[in-house]
């Protein structure tokens, strides 16, 4: 019941509505952000050679978050703050919240990292997702996707919590 589709250029008013709804303020989208700051950062993330995938997520085919996945050699900042080196990291939110709450986060993770991230990058890959400590509801999502706590670590001078999901070696 769950599709993903790339990111598209059409998407960025709903996305710019969705990182300005007042339950993305906490943890993910901390400040404001407009159209503008939209297209300067996903613009780049269109191309298939942008190391960033992105995808919207739809539910009975309406689009109700957004999820990426990219190699962590390809941020080697990242990479290091959270001291892994090899792996995909992830990165997810529910705009619309209307969907929250209803297993759909848990849902949305588990299909994206057993269905989507094989045929991006590769099978044998781990996954990481990487979640501040006070944001329990984020990690009792990935704890229900099969993630499982991996290491603490101080991610963007927070403290918080990062998760694997092991894949096949
Ligand atoms: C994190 C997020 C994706 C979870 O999606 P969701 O659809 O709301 O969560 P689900 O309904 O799939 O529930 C997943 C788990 O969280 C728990 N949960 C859901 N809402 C909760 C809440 N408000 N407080 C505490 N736990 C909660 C559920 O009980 C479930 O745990 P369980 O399987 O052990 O029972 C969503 O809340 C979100 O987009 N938050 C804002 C952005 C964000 O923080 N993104 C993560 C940072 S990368």
């Keep these: 019941m ?11 008013p709903k996305l710019c509505d969705w990182l300005n709804r007042p ?14 700051d939209i297209e300067r950062k996903y613009s780049p993330r269109l191309s298939p ?32 703050e959270i001291g892994e080196d090899d792996g995909v990291a992830i990165d997810l939110f529910i705009g619309d919240e209307r969907f929250m709450g209803q297993g759909l986060g848990r849902a949305m993770l588990a299909s994206y990292v057993q269905d989507v991230v094989p ?17 329990e509801t984020a990690i009792r999502c990935s704890l229900s996707a099969g993630f499982r706590p991996h290491r603490e670590v101080i991610e963007g001078g927070q403290a918080s919590l990062l998760l694997i999901f092991d894949r096949l070696t």
């Design 119 to 135: 045929s991006l990058f590769s099978e044998t890959l781990n996954c990481f997702i990487c979640h501040a400590k006070a944001n």
């Design 23 to 36: 339950h993305m303020r906490a943890h993910y989208q901390k400040v404001p952000i407009d159209i503008a």
């Design 2 to 12: 769950i599709d993903f589709r790339p990111l598209t250029e059409m998407d960025f």
């Design 49 to 80: 050679g942008h190391p960033t995938r992105c995808h919207v997520a739809c539910y009975r085919g309406e689009p109700f978050g957004k999820i990426q996945g990219y190699l962590l050699q390809d941020y080697p900042e990242f990479a290091a």
